[in-house]
């Protein structure tokens, strides 16, 4: 088995902040996927990739910077956060092609004063 | 029901009760899959159904899928408290790039 390891688990930030939020995987997946949870609203794609280097935009991508520099790992950040935001951003990885098993870390909650 | 961007919808029963969800979805998809996510974890697969079946089983879980109505249930059999939490549906619409998910149904299961 594997593991999806998220860091931090909780980040609190002020608003126009830069951050940044980790992710590593040990199942050797080649793609990876953020999405972003908001109560009431499911989950939603903010980027993916399908391979080391490699970046691809979903649909909620703006405000958002990816970055895939290893195979395990993949980053995230929050180019300017916005006031009064909350949200639980969601790491995954799969075996290539999209009807294979998401496997999910335990989230990242973010706080914004 | 759970549909795109419609809100979340909430079910409180009793143990031993039997439950039904159910997810629409808006284009054709090769796969729908059922994520159940307990709190403050992450979403874990809990089955599949492939467009080529019209039903599956695993344990007391039973999903089936109609696609000529683009729609998925996934129905709990007995339930326990153990299965309070959040069930998505997840399609590969939307040309495949990834899977797109429903807005979840919240399940609350007393003992």
């Known amino acids: 088995g594997g593991i999806i390891t998220q860091t931090p688990k909780f980040l609190i930030g002020q608003e126009g902040q830069k951050l940044t939020l980790k992710c590593q995987q040990n199942?050797?997946?080649?793609?990876m996927y953020w999405y972003r949870q908001d109560s009431g609203k499911g989950l939603r794609l903010i980027y993916y990739?399908?391979?080391?280097?490699?970046?691809q935009k979903g649909d909620l991508s703006e405000g958002y910077d990816a970055s895939r520099e290893k195979k395990s790992s993949f980053s995230l950040t929050v180019t300017s956060a916005q006031k009064n935001e909350m949200a639980v951003f969601l790491c995954a990885s799969s075996i290539p092609g999209n009807t294979g098993q998401l496997y999910f870390g335990e989230g990242s909650k973010l706080t914004v004063l | 029901s759970q549909w795109g961007e419609e809100n979340l919808q909430a079910l409180s029963i009793q143990e031993g009760e039997d439950v039904t969800m159910n997810c629409s979805y808006k284009t054709y998809t090769t796969v729908v899959q059922w994520y159940r996510q307990k709190s403050g974890k992450g979403p874990a697969l809990i089955i599949l159904i492939r467009s080529n079946e019209r039903e599956k089983r695993s344990g007391r879980l039973r999903a089936t899928l109609d696609t000529s109505s683009q729609s998925s249930s996934l129905s709990i059999t007995g339930t326990l408290a153990t299965d309070t939490a959040v069930y998505f549906c997840?399609?590969?619409?939307?040309?495949?790039?990834?899977?797109?998910f429903g807005t979840g149904t919240t399940v609350s299961v007393s003992p």
């Open positions: 199942f050797n997946h080649d793609t």
């Open positions: 990739s399908i391979t080391e280097n490699d970046l």
């Open positions: 997840a399609t590969d619409s939307q040309g495949g790039r990834a899977l797109i």
